[in-house]
């Protein structure tokens, strides 16, 4: 089975400054992929970043990357720049083949507030 | 082009009422699936449907169940309301079954009085 803990229910962030939320995970699968989606008061969620178990770099997508530690089984999601509208909660998640259905399993999510 | 549409956005219905909940992918797109989210956590994965069949099933009651249309549209059905029902239905849609990221529709939120 697979399981995804974030630890922190709430973080703070100054405006312009960067921030790190924690993902760690545990799978018996040797093939899986890790994300990270935003989820505004609105309820969408927004793909923010992926990072699949045989890449060797980590990932960047603009202000995101993911600090993937294999061995620690963590895929830390780090903000640069952190700006007003990244107040958000973010979920890590991730998905295994798990017989084929791909199904993704989420994290219960950190609530981001950036500050002027 | 559109994203994924869920409709309605809002509804509040009482205990031991049915609901329906309906969701449009993103042109092309295939698979669907289904989460629950209660207040305070992360998405619960209901359903998978990928081609019209079922493909995953989450840990939920029989009280939910779900199609897909030939147009990819699908729908979410429950049964038997119960309080504990209460939260924002997500519907996601990806090209294939195994694509990932997903994307994901604004949600349908969901009150049992």
């Known amino acids: 089975a697979q399981k995804i803990t974030q630890t922190q229910p709430g973080m703070f962030v100054q405006e312009k400054e960067a921030v790190t939320l924690d993902c760690t995970y545990d799978?018996?699968?040797?093939?899986?992929?890790l994300f990270w989606y935003k989820q505004p008061s609105s309820g969408e969620m927004i793909f923010l970043i992926y990072?699949?178990?045989?890449?060797?770099q980590n990932a960047t997508e603009g202000r995101y990357s993911l600090n993937f530690q294999k061995a620690r089984k963590s895929a830390n999601l780090v903000i640069s720049a952190s700006q007003l509208g990244d107040s958000a909660m973010y979920f890590c998640?991730?998905?295994?083949?798990?017989?084929?259905?791909?199904?993704?399993?989420f994290g219960r999510g950190t609530s981001l507030i950036v500050h002027p | 082009d559109a994203g994924v549409t869920q409709s309605p956005t809002h509804l509040i219905k009482t205990r031991g009422q049915q609901v329906t909940l309906r969701c449009s992918p993103i042109?092309?797109?295939?698979?669907v699936s289904w989460y629950q989210q209660v207040l305070g956590q992360g998405p619960q994965f209901i359903f998978q449907?990928?081609?019209?069949?079922?493909?995953g099933r989450g840990n939920f009651p029989d009280r939910f169940s779900a199609r897909q249309f030939p147009n990819y549209s699908s729908e979410l059905n429950v049964n038997a309301l119960l309080l504990g029902d209460s939260a924002l239905y997500l519907c996601?849609?990806?090209?294939?079954?195994?694509?990932?990221?997903?994307?994901f529709g604004d949600g349908t939120r969901l009150s049992i009085l």
């Open positions: 996601a849609s990806s090209l294939e079954q195994g694509d990932q990221p997903q994307h």
């Open positions: 799978t018996s699968d040797q093939s899986y992929g």
């Open positions: 990072q699949g178990s045989y890449d060797e």
């Open positions: 998640a991730m998905r295994g083949p798990s017989g084929g259905s791909y199904i993704p399993t």
């Open positions: 042109s092309g797109h295939k698979s």
């Open positions: 449907y990928y081609e019209k069949e079922e493909r």
